[in-house]
């Protein structure tokens, strides 16, 4: 069909059709905007608004090679400073910090796919940018491949959860989905202990450690952080792990500069993922963007749960000079 122009009337090209007919001249015959609106006896505007309306449908899907953005130096120099099997560091643009986050996170859902093989068991954390990446898989068939929710659940005021992340997530990648049945946090560390022994906890739990995968994003320790404002840890809970020497936040665990795990009284009243079972995967796949990221992702990487990055040019350009 590439390469032919087909000739036809408004009377007999309409609604949904017309839409369709203007995406394909545009992208499969590869004719301009001006020729399509010619052909079509429509604006170009009109035009404009098919190809939109496409997109909006979900119609068109384009993406670019994942060479595109793991090849360039500056995804070298990432990769060689820190140890890295692979870095995607998509440009920052003029983009503001909500649409940097929201194109790292495409460029994390377009790359994912191509990461995973049949028999992966992929953890999955929660918050902003993980869910983010998980609404933005295109829908597609990965084979024999389970999704596990890596920590408890929490009310948020982001209309988002721990189990939706993981759902959508399996959901857009057509794979299995082991939810974790239980509150990230409890407020007395004997039920957290009685919970986590629950044969259906238990086994949930179980099966985290059998992940070879794991998606993930750093968390900072400011005081309008994730972990406060989901109600996991309170700010007398921050700055105790402040006080300790946190750098960061790893799946709802506080981590120092050299990416250790900070134990303390809030760990015996979680329900999630220890750390160590993070580390010497496959694939540990950290998906964070922001000056304020830049150290808990290099503590994260430092602890050795990091395999592939995926950021800014902005943030990985920093977190090369704080790493100097």
């Not at 049949?118 to 597609?140: F, H, P, S």
Request: charged share 20%; net charge negative; aromatic share 6%.
């Amino acid at each position: 069909m590439a390469g032919t122009t087909r000739r036809r009337t408004v009377g007999q090209v309409s609604g949904e059709s017309i839409v369709i007919e203007a995406a394909w001249m545009y992208y499969h015959d590869g004719l301009n905007q001006s020729k399509i609106a010619k052909l079509l006896k429509v604006s170009r505007a009109t035009v404009v608004n098919y190809l939109q309306e496409a997109r909006e449908r979900g119609y068109i899907r384009i993406s670019l090679a994942p060479e595109v953005f793991t090849n360039h130096q500056l995804a070298q120099e990432l990769r060689d400073k820190f140890g890295l099997q692979a870095a995607f560091v998509l440009p920052t643009g003029i983009n503001t910090e909500e649409e940097s986050l929201m194109r790292v996170a495409r460029g994390a859902a377009e790359w994912l796919p191509s990461l995973l093989t049949r028999g992966d068991k992929l953890g999955v954390a929660w918050g902003r940018t993980v869910y983010e990446v998980a609404e933005a898989i295109e829908q597609t068939a990965t084979k024999d491949v389970t999704v596990s929710q890596l920590v408890g659940s929490m009310a948020t005021p982001y209309g988002f959860t721990a189990e939706i992340c993981s759902a959508h997530m399996a959901q857009n990648l057509g794979a299995k989905c082991i939810n974790l049945h239980a509150p990230a946090v409890l407020s007395d560390p004997d039920l957290a202990a009685r919970l986590r022994a629950e044969p259906i906890i238990h086994a949930q739990l179980e099966a985290l450690s059998h992940c070879n995968k794991a998606i993930f994003a750093a968390g900072s320790c400011a005081p309008d952080s994730h972990i406060v404002s989901s109600g996991v840890a309170s700010n007398e809970d921050l700055d105790w792990y402040v006080n300790q020497g946190a750098t960061g936040v790893l799946c709802g665990r506080f981590i120092n500069a050299e990416g250790h795990p900070i134990v303390g009284k809030l760990d015996d009243r979680m329900i999630g993922v220890e750390l160590d079972k993070l580390q010497g995967l496959d694939m540990g796949l950290l998906v964070s963007d922001g000056a304020d990221k830049v150290i808990p992702m290099i503590s994260a990487i430092a602890g050795g749960y990091v395999t592939h990055v995926v950021t800014s040019n902005e943030t990985a350009r920093l977190m090369l000079k704080a790493a100097t």
